[in-house]
C-alpha cells in the first residue's frame, strides 16, 4: 500500500529534513509544495528527491499567505498522484501508529484492512515553557517534553484518506476535516505530535515577521489568533501547566485544550 503525504512548506528548515526522515522511516512518502521559502527549506527538501520524495514543486507566495491555494492544490494532487492513501501533513509534525513500535504506514493499513476510508488524528502540542524556553535546536523532540493535548472538536484531524474516484474537499474546514462522498472514519484516532514553535523569538519570526494574512480567509474565521498575534502575546506557560512526556509512556489525551497557548483567548478566564 502507497502512502504519500501532502506537505506545503514556507520557511521551515527546522524541521523539514526531520519530517522527510520520520515519514521515510514510518514507510510513508512525500511531495512537497515549496510556497515561496526565503530560506533553504526548498534545497533541503531536494536532496530528498527520489529517495523517499516522490517529488516537489513551487507555489509562487502572493502578498498574503492563502492556505486556500495551498489546499486547492493538495485536493488536485490527490486526484492526480499514484498513491493509496494520502496525508494531508504540515513541517511541524510527527505521527505514529497507535500501537507500541507500530509505523503509521501499518496503522493506515489497518484501517484500510477494516474497511475505514479516513483516519483521525489526536493531536499533542508540544511547547517551550517558562522554565525550558529555547529548544530552536536540531534536537528540540529530545528537550522539549512538555505538552497538552489539543482538541476544540472532534474530529479535529481528520486528515488521512484513502483515494478516491471523485475530488475529495481539504478547503471547507481549512484542511482539517477532508470531506467526500461515502467517508467512514477509521474508529481509532492516531497520535500526531505538533511542534508549533521552538522558542519565543520563533513565535514571532513564524507568526509575525514571515507571514500576512489574507483577509479575505481572515473574513472566513482562518488563521483567528495568529492573524491577530502580537510579540506581547507570546507567554509560555509554566511546566506545570501541562504534561510531560516520560520514557515508555504513551501520551495522555485526557482533559484536552480547546484553545492553543500562544491565543490570547485561552488566557481570558483561565485557559482551556
Not at 522511516?25 to 533553504?40: K, L
Not at 479575505?216 to 482562518?222: D, E, L, P, R, V
Amino acid at each position: 500500500m502507497r502512502i504519500v503525504a501532502l506537505i506545503a512548506v514556507f520557511n521551515e528548515r527546522r524541521f523539514i529534513a526531520g519530517c522527510l526522515e520520520h515519514l521515510f522511516a514510518q514507510g510513508v512518502e512525500a511531495y512537497v509544495i515549496d510556497n515561496g521559502s526565503t530560506d533553504d527549506t526548498a534545497e533541503i527538501a531536494r536532496r530528498y528527491l527520489g529517495h523517499g520524495l516522490v517529488g516537489m514543486e513551487s507555489l509562487k507566495r502572493t502578498e498574503y499567505f492563502s492556505l486556500q491555494r495551498v489546499l486547492t492544490r493538495k485536493q488536485e494532487l490527490a486526484a492526480t498522484l499514484d498513491a493509496d492513501w494520502f496525508i494531508h501533513h504540515d513541517a511541524d509534525e510527527i505521527r505514529t501508529g497507535a500501537k507500541p513500535g507500530q509505523t503509521l504506514a501499518a496503522a493506515l493499513a489497518e484501517a484500510d484492512a477494516a474497511g475505514a476510508n479516513a483516519v483521525n488524528f489526536l493531536e499533542f502540542t508540544f511547547t517551550p515553557t517558562q522554565e525550558a524556553p529555547d529548544h530552536d535546536h536540531p534536537r528540540f523532540r529530545d528537550t522539549m517534553r512538555w505538552y497538552y493535548p489539543f482538541l476544540p472538536r472532534f474530529p479535529h484531524r481528520l486528515n488521512a484518506w484513502k483515494r478516491q474516484d471523485t475530488p475529495v474537499n481539504l478547503v471547507d474546514c481549512a484542511g482539517h476535516e477532508v470531506s467526500f462522498s461515502g467517508l467512514h472514519m477509521h474508529p481509532e484516532s492516531l497520535p500526531l505530535e505538533h511542534y508549533m514553535f521552538l522558542s519565543a523569538a520563533h513565535a514571532v519570526e513564524k507568526f509575525i515577521e514571515t507571514r500576512t494574512y489574507d483577509p479575505a480567509m481572515i473574513a472566513k474565521g482562518w488563521h483567528r489568533w495568529r492573524s491577530r498575534l502580537t510579540p506581547e502575546d507570546i507567554c509560555l506557560p509554566a511546566a506545570t501547566q501541562l504534561k510531560e512526556r516520560r520514557p515508555g509512556e504513551p501520551l495522555c489525551p485526557r482533559h484536552p485544550r480547546t484553545k492553543h497557548v500562544l491565543d490570547p483567548a485561552a488566557r481570558v478566564g483561565g485557559a482551556t
